[in-house]
């Protein structure tokens, strides 16, 4: 079982920046393939960003290219959304993903508001 546990949201305004961290259970968190998906308030879940796998290679919704960028530390079993340029439309329940063995795993969720 792995648990995934997000941190790092709260209320900022249009054109700050906050950092998202996911704490991620487990002793091969290096194999975990890591990604950010939101949910806004009346909306489906949609994909933010991703590692190909645990390789180095990153995919981004067009929505956040060039404003989010995905990172991880596997020595801290930790994987990071850094978000600029936030925009009201950012705003949504930021939720953790990892892949392991063909299962995913969800964390919580934190609330990212950003007021225009």
């Known amino acids: 079982q792995v648990q995934l546990v997000e941190s790092g949201g709260g209320l900022v305004q249009a054109g700050g920046s906050l950092k998202l961290s996911c704490a991620a259970s487990g002793r091969t968190f290096s194999s975990y393939a890591m990604g950010w998906f939101r949910q806004a308030p009346g909306k489906e879940r949609e994909f933010v960003a991703r590692f190909n796998g645990n390789g180095g290679s990153t995919y981004y919704a067009d929505s956040v290219k060039g404003r989010f960028t995905i990172s991880r530390d596997n020595a801290k079993n930790t994987a990071y959304l850094q978000m600029n340029s936030l925009k009201p439309e950012d705003t949504a329940v930021y939720y953790c993903?990892?892949?392991?063995?063909?299962?995913?795993?969800w964390g919580k969720g934190t609330l990212v508001t950003v007021s225009s």
């Open positions: 993903n990892g892949r392991v063995s063909g299962m995913d795993y």
